[in-house]
């Protein structure tokens, strides 16, 4: 299970803040900006838990000045030791792994997730239980006769020079087994007697960040070169908008140690330090789809801003008797009350849901068959990639659930064609060859003990699947994020029957005041469509939409505010009406 620290590490920069650190006023590691009017901090200089509590009681977004040394996001106090919450098959920790943390900084929200330490899905309150021996006929049998091995050579450079001294590491990801070397002076390293198997290879030195390479498909006997890319660091950077990527709901299934159905009792301040305080929430159980408790009370600890004239605004969020899903971890907080067993969020966003009837169903039908997953992976005693991509395709159909699935599959999707390119094939042979991989591999007695990597989950994604995902678009009626997900899945596939369906909802549904969203997402689609007559509508309406932020600039009142909300929606819904007739022309 990843730590504090390590979840640390997966914060997305929004954008780079222009102020100088030293112009700010104040001093110590909280000063104001004046030009935005916020807060910032210097997270060099906080511990995981105060840096844990500023990232939950803001919602996950912040402004802080980063520092990072030798990879590593420089925090006030050591990293806590790594923990393991799969019970069917431990994971091993990459030493080099926990220390790279180059992808939040340099990479986008979907490229720090492919880089996640991978994880696996836990069993539903049956964790101290040991994986019963496979059955013959579940296993393949295994072959007996030696295997030729594989191997693994390359450089790492920088700006074209040799960087010698750089720890390289691959580690196969069906098993979690790892190979290291250092690069000699001409920055060369080999890796020889390696599975065969599909491997991410990462690189770490002092001073540099080193672009990793994932899900190369290793087969039996094969001389591979990997080239690493080095580039030198910044040591420090002030950024806004930090905010910490939401892991997909298995993932944050797999690291909680308690998921339940719960209603909200009273709350109680019991700490407060400057603008913050901490709060203990009674929930009571309503039912349990992983993990046990003695009694049908725990507390829920968490940090909010303080309001003393209100107690709080947080505490709208939990108005005794409101019924919500919480993913939660135990607390090492000691704030335990009546004996009963404290617990956190289990990450900064999945934490505390409020969902209406319908929602909360169907959300509690997939954690149940993921649990369904996790014992069956205990009892063969290694994961089915086949069964993951069922329950993703499953979760995406399902419109309640759809926007908690959507950017798995599209990154499983994304990753399978970045090895096909790399490969020089086509996605389907490329999707065959890790298939052939993976049977190898099983062949020559490995276990699936790893959480498969993106590009494997799209390989085992069939043709059924896709149809009915091209079925769940067609009968879709709103345009979510999850909607709008799917839409751009399906059309790599199914480009008329996305296109129709886009035709259709941006020709009848309507914008809501204050929802900007839209806009922002149809001058993406016109880039993504790499539409000339789409990108010109879409910068139109920007430049009308500056017009009208410029016309009431600097007036906030709830009259003014009222009209500019309101001829942005008209702003928003001439352009769908725009985009629908262009589309409808275009075959």
């Known amino acids: 299970m990843p730590n504090r620290s390590e979840k640390l590490n997966e914060l997305i920069i929004g954008f780079e803040c ?32 105060e840096i844990f509590g500023h990232v939950q009681a803001s919602r996950g977004k912040l402004c802080g000045r980063l520092t990072r040394r030798g990879g590593r996001l420089a925090m006030a106090r050591e990293m806590e030791p790594l923990e393991s919450s799969r019970p069917w098959a431990p994971r091993r920790a990459s030493a080099i792994a ?13 490229e720090a997730q492919t880089g996640e330490a991978a994880v696996g899905v836990a069993d539903s309150g049956e964790s101290a239980a040991k994986p019963e021996a496979a059955k013959p006929e579940q296993v393949p049998a295994r072959r007996a006769m030696s295997t030729p091995k594989a191997a693994l050579r390359g450089s790492v450079t920088a700006d074209g020079r040799p960087v010698a001294d750089a720890a390289v590491a691959a580690r196969n990801v069906l098993d979690g087994r790892e190979s290291t070397a250092t690069t000699a002076g001409d920055g060369t390293f080999t890796m020889a007697a390696l599975p065969a198997g599909i491997y991410d ?40 908008a930090i905010v910490v990527t ?29 603008g913050q305080v901490d709060v203990v929430t009674d ?45 939660l971890q135990r607390s090492k907080a000691d704030v335990a009350r009546a004996g009963r067993p404290t617990f956190e969020s289990v990450d900064y966003h999945f934490g505390i849901r409020q969902l209406g009837n319908s929602e909360r169903t169907a959300y509690l039908a997939r954690l149940e068959a993921l649990a369904r997953i996790g014992r069956e992976a205990q009892r063969r005693g290694e994961m089915s ?37 790399k490969a020089g094939a086509s996605a389907e042979v490329a999707a065959e060859d890790l298939k052939v991989v993976v049977d190898r591999f099983r062949g020559d007695g490995g276990t699936l003990s790893g959480e498969p990597p993106a590009a494997l989950l799209g390989a085992f994604l069939t043709a059924a699947q896709r149809a009915r995902l091209t079925a ?56 993504e469509l790499e539409s000339e007559p789409l990108q010109a ?35 928003v819904k001439d352009l769908r009406h725009q985009f629908a007739a262009e589309l409808s022309s275009m075959r």
């Open 18 to 49: 222009r102020t100088s650190w030293e112009e700010m006023k104040a001093d110590g590691p909280r000063r104001f900006c004046a030009e935005c009017r916020r807060d910032v901090f210097d997270l060099e200089r906080m511990t995981p838990e």
């Open 472 to 527: 769940a678009l067609g009968s879709t009626e709103t345009t979510s994020e999850g909607d709008r997900e799917l839409y751009s899945i399906v059309r790599s596939w199914d480009e008329k029957a996305a296109r129709e369906w886009l035709v259709r909802r941006l020709g009848t549904a309507e914008p809501k005041p204050g929802d900007s969203g839209d806009l922002w997402w149809l001058v993406g689609l016109a880039d």
């Open 385 to 421: 990639p086949g069964d993951l991509v069922e329950w993703i395709v499953a979760t995406v159909e399902n419109p309640l659930t759809r926007s908690e699935a959507t950017g798995e599959l599209r990154q499983a999707q994304e990753a399978l064609a970045e090895v096909a390119a």
């Open 246 to 274: 939401a892991q997909p709901l298995r993932r944050a299934y797999d690291a909680s140690d308690l998921v339940i159905a719960a209603v909200v009792g009273p709350s109680v301040v019991v700490g407060r330090e400057g």
């Open 201 to 240: 290879v990462e690189g770490a030195r002092e001073g540099f960040s080193i672009a990793a390479h994932r899900a190369i498909a290793l087969q039996a006997g094969e001389q591979r070169r990997v080239e690493l890319t080095a580039e030198a660091e910044r040591m420090t950077i002030t950024a806004g």
């Open 283 to 327: 929930l009571r159980i309503e039912s349990s789809v992983k993990g046990t408790v003695s009694g049908r009370d725990v507390d829920y600890r968490h940090v909010e801003y303080g309001d003393d004239a209100a107690e709080g605004s947080w505490r709208a969020d939990f108005a005794p008797g409101t019924r919500v899903l919480a993913l």
């Open 537 to 571: 509508l879409a910068a139109a309406a920007d430049d009308r939409q500056q017009e009208i932020e410029a016309r009431w600039a600097g007036d906030a009142s709830p009259e003014t505010e009222k009209l500019r909300q309101e001829e942005l929606a008209a702003l």
């Open 98 to 110: 926990a220390g790279l943390v180059a992808a939040w900084l340099s990479s986008s929200p979907a």
